[in-house]
């Protein structure tokens, strides 16, 4: 079964950036779709974006053109660059797999903070 390990996670100011990676123990070409969550105390985990293997990027709203998933699968990496941050996006940022079967798999999380 894939293990997914994110990192990047950090304190930073709004307006600043982060690029967060997860890197996979296996391929993942035969994964469906991958991508990123997050999750605030309290609150539902959220989808932030999502790609296919097929190339479908989906977006949230909230982070649609400050945020850009990218996948390189021979690498088995997904990284998340995010622009722009502001307080609201403050969370942890979980890494998300899901194979054609429709299992899913979860990292552990890393924390991302923005705040002055």
């Known amino acids: 079964q894939v293990q997914l390990v994110e990192s990047g996670g950090d304190l930073v100011l709004p307006g600043g950036s982060l690029n967060l990676s997860c890197a996979a123990s296996?391929?993942?070409?035969?994964?469906?779709?991958m991508g990123w969550y997050r999750q605030t105390p309290g609150e539902r985990r959220e989808l932030v974006a999502t790609e296919t293997t097929g190339g479908t990027i989906t977006y949230a709203d909230s982070v649609q053109g400050r945020f850009t998933i990218s996948r390189d699968n021979p690498k088995r990496t997904v990284w998340l660059q995010m622009n722009s941050l502001k307080p609201e996006d403050t969370a942890v940022y979980y890494c998300y797999a899901e194979a054609y079967s429709g299992k899913t798999k979860w990292g552990q999380g890393t924390q991302v903070t923005v705040s002055a």
């Open positions: 296996q391929s993942i070409s035969s994964i469906y779709n």
